[in-house]
């Protein structure tokens, strides 16, 4: 590394500091503070803020040298005990943007000689903050216990008495402990003054941070402790170019930054969702005659490929994230999209694969197969600058009446298509609710990530109805317009 923010003349300013822990030797030495320790660490934070953006929009990389997010190396003496006037360390806190009056989750790193980490939480949260946290703890303690056995975590009180609590409020015994020592440890876990994980130890003087990306550490370890990802589940009934118009906004809307991370995860109606490509092909006005007479609306999708179906036996979803460089990223989303959906159906006994099935309906290497022979998830992405979208259509069921509607479709745009390459879940394991795919799905990104439910706002709903008519199938033409003007 080149540059690097951390380094051995680092350690050994803050030990002689602490050795010469006086304002006398401070100001002779603060030319050294500033470039051994204050600006490296500045350049640290300003390079950080964009791959900060990639866990969350919410978090704040601020550089300035005071006020931002370097702590002040003077301490306050004013109520301690030790009366010397400066740290003997370096800190860095990255804050989410709600938390400069009321404690919220954020990021640290602590530089000490002998003492480096990293941690990520709440610290000191105020009441109703932390009766939230307590309350999701005590309500899903094999979600929490899935976090602390993934991460090295340091809490403000013992494992044991959380889940002890945990076990309490269930109804579960606790063992070892008589009811009155019960109460005693669940007063003790709600006294928590916050939650947080960390890596201590896990760096080495002069080395940058676990997990650095060109010198920069990207914390996702302890992203499920901050980054919230917001689900929407609304979905359009009978009005398939709404349903992408609200995709749509929703993308721009994270784009100017109004909106939060966001994952539409829904049961759509029954749509076939032609790109702009498809709209330009010979035969695409039959095309249209055929999803409509099979009882199919018909909208322009938001990503491009050909033509993919939705109905009522699919689960669709589109991820909706801000991104610096989002044409940068287009492969990693596609990876790690179809990996997460492979995931979700491996759990329910699916042989799901990631890869591309010859003959199957807009193909593609990132859709997701059962045996590699039949395909059963299609995905697409739409950028704009500052954002991306992932979406697509896990077909869970009705794979005849997907191959009765797709074969005259492909057959009116010219477009090759084998049928027999069209499954579904049910066809690997039986018939299975949409709502249990769905389940699958979560449980896999709440492993990585804190999910809150969600829904559109009514200026987000506004949007998605004005620009509803630029997303019909027979439109085209005014969403040429639209588009160049």
């Not at 380094?7 to 002779?28: I, K, M, S, V, Y």
């Not at 349903?243 to 991370?261: F, H, M, N, Q, Y």
């Not at 099935?357 to 998830?377: E, F, I, Q, T, Y």
């Not at 950028?383 to 896990?394: D, H, L, N, Y």
Request: aromatic residues 6%; glycine residues 8%; hydrophobic residues 45%.
């Amino acid at each position: 590394m080149p540059n690097p923010y951390i380094t051995p003349h680092t350690f050994r300013f803050l030990r002689e500091l602490a050795a010469h822990n006086d304002r006398a030797w401070f100001q002779a030495h603060k030319q050294r503070y500033q470039d051994e320790v204050r600006d490296p660490l500045l350049r640290l934070v300003a390079d950080f803020a964009p791959k900060l953006r990639q866990v969350s929009k919410n978090l704040v990389a601020d550089p300035r040298p005071l006020g931002g997010s370097l702590f002040r190396i003077h301490r306050d003496t004013r109520f301690a005990k030790d009366k010397s006037p400066y740290k003997t360390h370096a800190a860095l806190a990255f804050r989410h943007a709600d938390g400069k009056d009321l404690p919220a989750p954020g990021f640290y790193l602590h530089v000490e000689p002998g003492n480096v980490f990293m941690a990520a939480g709440m610290w000191h949260g105020q009441p109703e903050a932390l009766k939230q946290i307590r309350d999701a703890i005590v309500a899903q303690p094999a979600r929490w216990r899935r976090v602390r056995a993934s991460r090295s975590a340091a809490l403000d009180d013992s494992d044991d008495d959380l889940a002890r609590a945990a076990r309490l409020r269930s109804g579960a015994p606790v063992p070892g402990r008589p009811p009155a020592q019960e109460l005693h440890v669940e007063r003790r876990v709600h006294r928590r003054a916050g939650v947080r994980s960390g890596s201590p130890g896990a760096l080495r003087e002069g080395l940058p941070p676990e997990g650095a990306a060109d010198g920069v550490p990207v914390p996702r370890r302890g992203a499920p402790l901050v980054a919230r990802l917001q689900v929407v589940a609304r979905a359009f009934e009978g009005r398939g170019a709404l349903d992408t118009a609200a995709s749509r906004a929703l993308l721009e809307a994270v784009a100017r930054g109004e909106r939060p991370e966001t994952l539409r995860l829904y049961r759509p109606d029954d749509v076939v969702a032609f790109s702009t490509t498809d709209a330009h092909r010979d035969g695409f006005a039959a095309a249209l005659r055929a999803a409509r007479g099979a009882g199919f609306d018909a909208a322009l999708r938001l990503a491009g490929g050909t033509a993919a179906l939705f109905q009522r036996e699919t689960l669709a979803f589109g991820w909706c994230r801000a991104e610096p460089d989002p044409r940068a990223g287009i492969r990693a989303r596609f990876e790690a999209m179809s990996a997460l959906v492979a995931r979700a159906l491996r759990r329910l006994g699916v042989d799901a694969r990631v890869g591309e099935v010859p003959g199957a309906w807009c193909p593609g290497d990132s859709s997701v197969n059962a045996g590699g022979r039949r395909k059963l998830m299609g995905v697409g992405q739409r950028v704009v600058r500052g954002a991306a979208w992932t979406g697509g259509v896990i077909m869970v069921g009705g794979s005849a009446r997907s191959r009765a509607v797709l074969a005259p479709v492909y057959a009116a745009l010219g477009l090759a298509y084998d049928p027999a390459t069209t499954g579904s879940v049910a066809d690997e394991i039986g018939e299975v609710p949409v709502e249990v795919v769905r389940d699958a799905l979560l449980a896999e990104i709440a492993a990585e990530r804190e999910i809150t439910a969600a829904d559109f706002d009514d200026a987000l709903l506004a949007e998605a109805a004005r620009i509803e008519p630029l997303q019909r199938a027979d439109a085209q033409p005014d969403r040429d317009a639209a588009q160049r003007g």
